[in-house]
């Protein structure tokens, strides 16, 4: 239930909110969940909505979303404190 709702505010804030709004969502729910492969579509939206440019800039949301989900579990494991 909290992935759905962290995804339907997500997505809302795309369009009615900054994108590091969005980002900063994103980012929470690749910490939080195990796979939250929503942030690659967040990444898509907005660079649909708001990218221009050369082809860099125009898909630099949808990289960063990928790099971010793939560095998350490195980090993840590292920040997991074991007793």
């Known amino acids: 239930m ?3 709702f ?3 505010i997500g997505l809302l804030s795309i ?3 900054p994108w590091w709004v969005a980002v900063t969502l994103g980012i929470i729910g690749v910490l939080y969940f195990a796979s939250y492969v929503e942030i ?3 990444g898509i939206i907005i660079d649909a909505l708001y990218g221009y440019g050369s082809s860099f800039n125009r898909f630099s949301f949808t990289l960063a979303a990928i790099l971010i989900l793939i560095v998350a579990p490195i980090i993840k494991n590292r920040l ?4």
Not at 80 to 83: A, F, G, K, M
């Open 40 to 42: 690659v579509l967040f």
């Open 15 to 17: 369009f009615l909110f």
């Open 2 to 4: 909290f992935r759905f």
């Open 6 to 8: 962290l995804s339907f």
């Open 80 to 83: 997991l404190v074991r007793s």
